[in-house]
């Protein structure tokens, strides 16, 4: 059963760099799809970008000219960096699964990003 | 960029009540459409996919439907740990969610 886990800073000034790490447990990173997925607070969901261990990259045309995903094999982990933060990126941050162009299953549990100064 | 449009925003329904909720996409998305359910404080849960597949697990009272651009979930018969926020997702083109129902209990 793949477990997810996301980390990083709770806050981040604005201008600056959000950066988050998702963990990857009981299960293989080669085995799936890997994206992040943004909930500001009584708001929707709003999906930021894919990746797949090979490196290629799929982002949201929103959020594509501030967002770099990237991952890390030998510690079954990946990222997300979002440049050049305002307010409006305060959410929840999840990172997600899905077996090739599927609905995301499994979820991590999220975590608050805060950007204020 | 295709939207998701779901209707209600908000369901107020009691226990037991028959329950449909509605998602309508800008262009066609065949059938690449899921179906989340999200509580309070925690990530969502997918409950079908492929507009119309049962996730495993998931209870029968559960059921979704269409194609194209129109699509529906109903919930048979509501249970008490049904109510909660419910949102749609295509996976046709890139990733996109409807804004979400609210399924309250009356």
């Known amino acids: 059963q793949v477990q997810l886990q996301e980390s990083g800073p709770g806050l981040v000034k604005p201008s600056e760099t959000l950066s988050l790490t998702c963990t990857v447990s009981?299960?293989?990173?080669?085995?799936?799809?890997w994206s992040w997925i943004r909930q500001p607070a009584g708001k929707g969901l709003e999906w930021i970008g894919r990746?797949?261990?090979?490196?290629?990259?799929l982002y949201n045309p929103s959020l594509q000219s501030r967002v770099t995903m990237s991952v890390d094999t030998s510690k079954n982990q990946f990222s997300l960096k979002l440049k050049s933060v305002t307010a409006a990126d305060t959410a929840v941050y999840y990172c997600?699964?899905?077996?090739?162009?599927?609905?995301?299953?499994?979820w991590g549990q999220g975590t608050l990003v805060t950007v204020s100064s | 960029d295709i939207q998701m449009t779901q209707s209600p925003s908000t369901l107020s329904a009691s226990v037991g009540d028959r329950v449909t909720i509605t998602c309508r996409a800008s262009q066609s998305i065949s059938s690449w459409l899921a179906w989340y359910q999200q509580k309070p404080g925690k990530a969502p849960k997918v409950l079908i996919s492929?507009?119309?597949d049962l996730e495993s697990g998931v209870p029968s009272r559960f059921s979704g439907s269409g194609s194209g651009t129109e699509f529906t979930l109903t919930i048979s018969s509501l249970q008490p740990d049904d109510f909660a926020t419910y949102y749609c997702q295509q996976y046709n083109t890139y990733y996109t969610f409807g804004q979400g129902t609210k399924l309250e209990i009356k």
């Open positions: 997600a699964a899905d077996g090739g162009g599927g609905p995301f299953d499994p």
């Open positions: 009981g299960g293989s990173i080669s085995s799936y799809y």
């Open positions: 990746m797949y261990v090979s490196g290629s990259t």
């Open positions: 492929k507009a119309s």
